[in-house]
Structure formats: C-alpha cells, structure tokens
T-cell receptor, first 110, second 114 residues
Framework: QKEVEQNSGPLSVPEGAIASLNCTYS??????FFWYRQYSGKSPELIMS????GDKEDGRFTAQLNKASQYVSLLIRDSQPSDSATYLC??????????FGAGTILRVKS | EPEVTQTPSHQVTQMGQEVILRCVPI?????FYWYRQILGQKVEFLVS????????KSEIFDDQFSVERPDGSNFTLKIRSTKLEDSAMYFC????????????FGPGTRLLVL
C-alpha cells in the first residue's frame, strides 16, 4: 500500500475556476500535512500546512483535513495560468521526515 | 525572507567519483534534511539530522552516503562512489525544532553521473 496517494492528473481547469486536489495517506499516526507546489525543474515550494481536522484558508487556497478518513485536499479558487504546476501532498513521518505523494499535475487554461 | 541555499546548482561527475553537495540551512533552524528526486519520480526522503547526529535515514541512505555539519552554517551530503542511478535532483531542507514543523526546501543540485 502506497503511503501517500494522489491522482497524477493532469487536472485541467479553465482560468477562474476552482481546482480541487486530493490526497490520501496510510499512516494513522500522522499529525502534520503539507501541500507543496513544484514547477518543472524547481524545488518544492510550500503552499499550506494543516494540523487539525477541518478547513484552513490562506488567500485563494483552502486546505481540508479529515483524519478519520485519512484524507487531505487543497482547493484553489480563481485559478490562474500561473497556478499550472505539480502539486505535492506531503505527510510528516518518523524522524520528522516528509513522505511525498507522486503529485498531481494541474493545468489552468486561459 | 530567509531561504535555504545549495551549491552547486549542477554537477556532472564520472561513475565512481566522490561528490559533496553543500547546503546552507535557514539560520535559526536546527533540523536538516536531504531528499532526492529522480527525473519523473516522487520526492524521496534520504536523511534527517539534528543535534549533530542522524535522527532518521531511509533505505536509500546506505554506506555510500554521509552527512556532516562541518561548521555553524553548512550542511553537506557526500556520496563516496557515485553510481549511474545516483543521477537525480538533490534537495536540502530545514525546519525549526518542533514536531511536524514546516520544512523549507533549497533550490536543489542537479547531479548527473556519467
């Protein structure tokens, strides 16, 4: 069983629409959850962190966490072409290591 | 805004050679990490380092790999005898000392082993 699973995409949305990205994880003991954005050839860039069940909003981004369902999601409102990237879900594991999913490719079409 | 820096940005080496990748973590961070990403694959954890010792390492991090904090600012990853399959992007990250703290990534070193 994969530790962190994401739909690889690509997810295509029109400019101005809401993009919804999903992630499931296997370790019930995980306490910290992160969304990173990665442009091609670049390093992961933090978008959001979330630690408690529920929603957390930051500008156009909303992260949602449901520990009972072992599910994390990221909503991007008013999607822009510059949001086109690979979105990585990461879960904190033993020794503070991050376990990454394979990422979801998002394409925002203008 | 403080950031993690890494040198070199690109390194080409011959199989069997030693390479040292360098990182300068964010200055008030005390937890340091190395990850790698083979082209087209996911980001993989290699090692975490705290208080001058390894706190966790993956199965990838075998005897060919070592890490060191040689002074108060640098954090290095050494690969003793490189293999073709070591070709990847290597990312350094750092975080504050608290459980589950956010990790900030450097720009990476692209290593190509010929």
């Amino acid at each position: 069983q994969k530790e962190v699973e994401q739909n690889s995409g690509p997810l295509s949305v029109p400019e101005g629409a809401i993009a919804s990205l999903n992630c499931t994880y296997s370790d019930r003991g995980s306490q910290s959850f992160f969304w990173y954005r990665q442009y091609s050839g670049k390093s992961p860039e933090l978008i959001m962190s979330i630690y408690s069940n529920g929603d957390k909003e930051d500008g156009r981004f909303t992260a949602q966490l449901n520990k009972a369902s072992q599910y994390v999601s990221l909503l991007i409102r008013d999607s822009q072409p510059s949001d086109s990237a690979t979105y990585l879900c990461a879960v904190n594991g033993r020794g503070n290591k991050l376990v990454f999913g394979a990422g979801t490719i998002l394409r925002v079409k203008s | 805004e403080p950031e993690v820096t890494q040198t070199p940005s690109h390194q080409v080496t011959q199989m069997g050679q030693e390479v040292i990748l360098r990182c300068v973590p964010i200055s008030n961070h005390l937890y340091f990490y190395w990850y790698r990403q083979i082209l087209g694959q996911k980001v993989e954890f290699l090692v975490s380092f705290y208080n001058n010792e390894i706190s966790e390492k993956s199965e990838i991090f075998d005897d060919q790999f070592s890490v060191e904090r040689p002074d108060g600012s640098n954090f290095t990853l050494k690969i003793r005898s490189t293999k073709l399959e070591d070709s990847a992007m290597y990312f350094c990250a750092s975080s504050e000392v608290r459980p589950g703290g956010t990790q900030y990534f450097g720009p990476g070193t692209r290593l190509l082993v010929l």
